[in-house]
């Protein structure tokens, strides 16, 4: 297991990303690189001004006698400083840490102690109450706020570091196994683990993507997903800084849709629930009877797109990405039905988020996950999980080699945990994760993906699970779709007519026995879902799982009080 720091001979086959930003500022100084939206306006940076303040933040850093090899923690939204951040701790030689900006102080800390960070970045949160009583609680631990008013309260302030400080002269000399990030996986179940990337698997993995995807500098990018997740530090901060491309950051949730509109990026990745929840929004002001009527005439359908998009902010997107956790393929289907083709890609904190995607985009190959991307090999193992290979692939777990030993075989190929299926074309059909398959009483196992996705076609819900580990049958609970004027009986009636067209393609052992209609939805806050708004099955499985057990008979609806 490669530990912090250690060296090989070999210098990075790839230009790291501390040197692409110092290339930029050499070759486009003047060219706008980052834009942060702040009371609705762009404030932007250009690269000779990221380079600048990233390398005064290394002699800021050297300064408050943080050494080469050091652990950085940064909790934060997206912004231009996290790009800078994470630049200068490239530049400055240490290893980043970064932590998502919803995580509870028991997560925070535990990164921070686990990883031995000797200090902490806190930037602009939704609410900074977690990181700040991480921040009092460890005596030693450098804290430095970035320039925003929901930020901590830190012993350093981020501007005036800069702003006092000479750019660094040091270049640190990377190579390809040299170690670069410990990246916290949110997981579904258990202690997060720390995976270890290093700088050539990264700048590899981007490197592909901005080759099969064709990125190119006149590109814009936006940025709001968690940069701690993965899928963001890859395909967009990744790719902007390999590649050159403009990128923005959004002002806040309330303005996100706005603040697309602004950027207009090129490039767009989000996530099933965000997809679902714009697909409502449009839903709620133009029903889908009538959305269909329009879309038949010839004239009119043209501009229906055009307006759904422009609403969107994505009229100029060429690329629209949709990952991190199962999507319906229904879902798919109906925005490839208003002009907007969304290609769905798979991966893993494991294999830096590049492992298959659908593109060139291809609608008969919707329902799965697309095929390897260059340089990517797969393979499905006897007992049908998903097993990637190449050389985008982390090191290791930061302390665990127990777990390190038993995410590969002996040829070098991870263990995903997924299970799924290849098609004469290669294209990946994801089943689910093994540990979500669950035995009801009656000893047979259910696989629930499959299920909710059929019901996401069905139904329009905001979330739903299905759960049944060692009930007699399994419990489908549902968050209900907030609807005006929202009917109850009607609703009801709705979710028997479903569920009965669900049970009739279902083996007996899989069949659902009751929906409970849940009352809170589920968020982050409350810990049902992860940060990457994936669901926690195993924490519903055990708060639900006494209602399941003493299910009322002859009634399949329950609402929750």
Known sequence: MIQPNELSNAKCTLPPANEMILKWAEERPDEIYLKQIINREFIEYSYA?????????????????????????????????????????????????????????????????HSESKAIIG?????????QEVIDKLDG??????????????????????????????RPQHYDDKLMSIVYTSGTSGLPKGAMLTYGAFAWSVQQLINHIG???????????????????????????????????????????????MQRPTLFISVPRLWTLFQQRIQDKLPQKKLNFLLKIPFVNSLIKKKLADG?????????????????????????????????????????????????????????????????????????????????????????????????????????????????????????????????????????????????????????????????APILLVVPHDFPNFDRERYARTTKKVVAKMNAQLESHEQIKGVLMIKEPWSIENGILTPTLKIKRHILEQKYHDIGHNWPKDQLVVWEE
């Open 215 to 261: 990125i190119e500098k006149q590109d814009r990018l936006f940025s709001y997903l968690p940069l701690a997740h993965i899928t963001e530090r890859v395909y967009i901060f990744g790719s902007s800084i390999m590649g050159g491309v403009q990128t923005a950051f959004p002002e806040s949730l309330d303005t996100f849709i706005e603040d697309v509109k």
């Open 312 to 472: 969107l902010g994505l009229d100029q997107a060429r690329v629209l990405g949709c990952g991190s956790a199962p999507v319906s393929p229904a879902l798919l289907e109906w925005y490839r039905s208003v002009g907007l083709n969304i290609t769905e890609a798979w991966g893993m904190t494991e294999s830096f988020a590049y492992s298959t995607l659908n593109y060139p985009f291809r609608a008969d190959k919707i329902g799965s996950v697309g095929n390897a991307g260059p340089g990517i090999e797969l393979k499905i193992a006897e007992d049908d999980e998903i097993l990637v290979r190449g050389q985008g692939l982390f090191s290791g777990y930061y302390k665990n080699d127990i777990a390190t030993q038993e995410s590969f075989n002996s040829d070098g190929w991870l263990h995903t945990g997924d299970v799924g299926s290849l098609d004469v074309d290669g294209y990946l059909t994801i089943q689910g994760r093994k540990k979500d398959n669950f035995k009801t009483a009656k000893g047979k196992f259910v696989a629930p993906v499959p299920i909710e996705k059929k019901l996401f076609e069905y139904s329009r819900v905001e979330m739903m699970c299905l759960i049944g580990l060692g009930l007699p």
């Open 141 to 170: 631990l450098v804290s430095i706020s970035l320039p925003y008013d929901t930020a901590p309260n830190c012993q350093h302030q981020f501007t005036p570091l800069v702003e006092h400080s000479d750019p660094s002269e040091e």
């Open 49 to 113: 001004e990221v380079a600048d303040k990233a390398l005064s933040l290394v002699t800021a850093l050297r300064g408050l006698g943080l050494q080469p090899g050091d652990r950085i923690a940064l909790v934060s939204k997206n912004c231009a400083e996290w790009f800078i951040c994470d630049l200068a701790m490239m530049l400055g030689d240490y290893i980043s840490v970064p932590i998502f900006p919803t995580a509870g102080a028991d997560t925070i800390e535990y990164c921070v102690t």
């Open 123 to 131: 930037g602009k949160l939704d609410d900074p109450k977690a990181t």
